[in-house]
């Protein structure tokens, strides 16, 4: 049986781990030229952590990057909005949520996949279904397999083939990401932080002892040119040190959506993981997480007996549900966070001190929780 996977990315390659664990060698098809530093950080919560230490790669994935405790919300004025971390009790298990460059964790995945199995330069241009699945590329290379697994991301050509009919949902909101080597005295190693103000906030996370990874998001009306706002470059003193210490030509610009829900993740013997069946929004850090645990749950449905293409149905029917409410709450986030009402964000802020406490409990346990499967 010939295995696909297109897009060697987080999913696709934590998804062809789990092909190998049972005996399955997938080709993957890569569209870029190289496995390189590109691309900004990453939040692998406690989650896609507790896959790693599944897939044995917990340990290497630690050691490149940085172990993260919980986050802090602030305003303005960096008062205190909202905080969550992990229990004691998760801690002592050794797995942490750890935020990490993509290209190293990139790196770390595709070592243990084997370079042998990733095909690089091959973008797919289009597919011809049948009994056989052929693969033609903008390259003019063909390629045939008996099972395909679309892992390509929010802009999914396995998708555009799969469900035409699939739409992305505009935000309103653009966001800037970049990866600097500057030193903050007072950064706090081990948390994540976000600071919101008036349609627009910025955060921060320590990558390595010697990268932090950065991110501003602002309403896109006050855009112009994809250049970042003066309104938000003064939002913060620590904004423009890490926005100027950090190349223009590495700064990523992108406008965030995520895709409107699909009634179906696969067909006949076509598969979409990730953000392929279900981009979300980046304001709960979730977007590559659940791209694992589609692979885990993949895994999982083989180590338990069943055949690869029997997994195609209930691995929806199991992270549908999930997945959704990530979907939902994480949208909803996103247009919390960027209120631009001065009273309104007043009034957010009140009540986020007032129930956090107990609701950002309760939210960490459910994405935590892989006991579903």
């Not at 993509?102 to 011809?128: F, N, P, T, W, Y």
């Not at 929010?154 to 800037?176: N, Y």
Request: proline share 3%; with cysteine.
């Amino acid at each position: 049986m010939e295995v696909a996977i297109i897009g060697a990315g987080i999913g696709g390659l934590t998804l062809a781990l789990y092909l190998k664990r049972q005996g399955i060698i997938p080709v993957i098809y890569e569209s870029a030229t190289a496995i390189e530093p590109a691309g900004a950080g990453i939040m692998l919560a406690y989650n896609a952590m507790q896959v790693f230490e599944d897939l044995g790669l917990a340990e290497s994935i630690i050691a490149a990057g940085n172990k993260i405790k919980g986050f802090e919300v602030s305003d303005q004025k960096e008062r205190l909005i909202m905080a969550t971390s992990l229990d004691h009790s998760h801690i002592k298990k050794g797995i942490y949520n750890v935020a990490i460059h993509r290209a190293d964790l990139q790196r770390i995945l595709a070592a243990a996949v084997g370079d042998e199995h990733i095909l690089l330069s091959r973008r797919l241009k289009s597919i011809e279904k049948g009994s056989k699945i052929k693969l033609l590329f903008e390259d003019d290379h063909q390629a045939t397999c008996d099972l395909l697994f679309g892992a390509d991301g929010i802009k999914s050509v396995v998708r555009t083939h799969l469900a035409p009919q699939s739409t992305l949902r505009d935000t309103g909101q653009v966001c800037w990401r970049g990866i600097c080597t500057t030193i903050l005295p007072d950064l706090k190693s081990d948390i994540a932080i976000e600071q919101w103000g008036l349609g627009q906030r910025f955060g921060y996370v320590l990558l390595n002892p010697g990268q932090i990874y950065w991110f501003a998001v602002s309403n896109e009306k006050y855009v112009v040119d994809g250049k970042l706002p003066e309104r938000l470059q003064s939002f913060n003193p620590v904004v423009q040190q890490l926005v100027t210490a950090t190349p223009a030509t590495k700064i990523i610009y992108s406008k965030i959506a995520d895709l409107s829900p699909l009634p179906y993740w696969y067909q006949a013997n076509i598969c979409l993981i990730g953000d392929a069946a279900h981009a979300t929004t980046p304001n709960m850090g979730q977007g590559g997480c659940q791209a694992i645990e589609d692979a885990y749950t993949i895994g999982k449905l083989l180590e338990q007996g069943y055949a690869l293409k029997d997994t195609f149905p209930l691995l929806q029917q199991l992270r549908r549900k999930r997945v959704k409410k990530i979907v939902q709450q994480s949208r909803l986030l996103g247009h919390i966070s960027q209120l631009e009402n001065k009273y309104a964000a007043a009034f957010r802020n009140f009540a986020l001190r007032l129930t956090a406490p107990s609701a950002g409990k309760k939210q960490l346990n459910f994405i935590i929780n892989l006991d579903y499967i």
